[in-house]
């Protein structure tokens, strides 16, 4: 429906241009086809993007800023948030901001229910089972006023009890323990020795996913060989249609040190230490540090 071929037009190289074939449609009826379409497509992502977030409309930060759900996509995965209205408008530097400025929606949620849900069971005795989503908005609309998020707690405001009354001064409050969750700016990034922290940076996206699959398929085929399930390296080369040397270089990353992965998962090896860098490391841990020139975690 989508399609410009029916009003005798043609896309080619993101240019619309007239085309040999006759028009079959009229463009008025064209053009308010296309607006209802566009029309329902908005509809439909903003009906989407008001139910993921669960608390829309009761986070403030510990400023009295209303903090108002976003996301942001990163390789291809969509992440969901709760950022500070200051924070998303780029005033942070020019007004009074809290002490969060964004939050991980799945975490916030997740907490907010449990800690509603265990409230009702211990003081109504309210079965605390939830396990679709339309219950927990449910439970949230119908018992919460207001969730104030400060850095090491939230004040949750409950609706006084036999009430529609949501005024943000009523009802009783649920202080809940909580950390602010650390950042990615935050995670300490290995420091190569002598190198200013300030002049380092992570792996980048694509090289992290590369090394973190396979540190994966070196853990597999060395598995392979303990387990008997292949017969030696020149059997996995010959299924992989790769060298005999390669197979050896790959399962060599199985034998990185436990920090050393766990920093790759988590992105936090300097910019410059992949695959190549790790490939054939000395079989002492701490060796594996000081070969790369890093500080031993």
Not at 40 to 60: E, P, V
Not at 124 to 139: C, E, F, K, L, Y
Not at 233 to 250: D, G, L, P
Not at 256 to 271: F, I, S
Request: charged fraction near 25%; hydrophobic fraction near 35%.
């Amino acid at each position: 429906m989508r399609n410009r071929f029916y009003i005798g037009e043609v896309k080619y190289k993101g240019e619309i241009l007239p085309g040999e074939q006759p028009a079959i449609m009229e463009r008025e009826l064209f053009d308010a086809v296309q607006q209802k379409l566009t029309d329902q497509w908005s509809h439909r992502n903003h009906a989407k993007t008001k139910s993921d977030h669960l608390l829309t409309g009761l986070l403030y930060d510990d400023a009295g800023h209303r903090m108002i759900p976003t996301h942001a996509t990163k390789a291809g995965i969509r992440y969901r948030y709760y950022a500070s209205l200051p924070h998303l408008k780029g005033e942070s530097k020019t007004v009074s901001v809290g002490s969060v400025s964004r939050i991980p929606a799945t975490d916030i949620e997740g907490i907010i229910v449990k800690s509603v849900n265990e409230h009702l069971v211990a003081h109504h005795g309210q079965s605390s089972s939830s396990s679709a989503h339309a219950d927990d908005r449910d439970v949230i609309a119908e018992q919460v006023v207001r969730i104030d998020v400060h850095k090491d707690r939230l004040i949750v405001r409950l609706k006084s009890a036999g009430t529609e009354e949501t005024h943000s001064t009523d009802g009783q409050l649920l202080s809940i323990p909580w950390q602010k969750p650390p950042s990615r700016k935050s995670r300490q990034i290995l420091i190569p020795l002598g190198v200013p922290r300030n002049e380092v940076r992570p792996t980048r996206i694509e090289r992290r996913a590369r090394l973190v699959n396979a540190i994966a398929r070196g853990r597999g085929w060395l598995d392979e060989i303990v387990s008997g399930s292949a017969i030696n390296i020149e059997q996995i080369a010959t299924r992989q249609k790769c060298s005999v040397r390669q197979v050896n270089m790959t399962i060599s990353l199985a034998f990185l040190a436990p920090n050393l992965v766990k920093a790759a998962v988590e992105g936090r090896l300097p910019r410059g230490i992949g695959v190549e860098r790790l490939r054939d490391a000395p079989a002492e841990w701490s060796r594996q540090f000081e070969t790369l020139g890093l500080n031993p975690q």
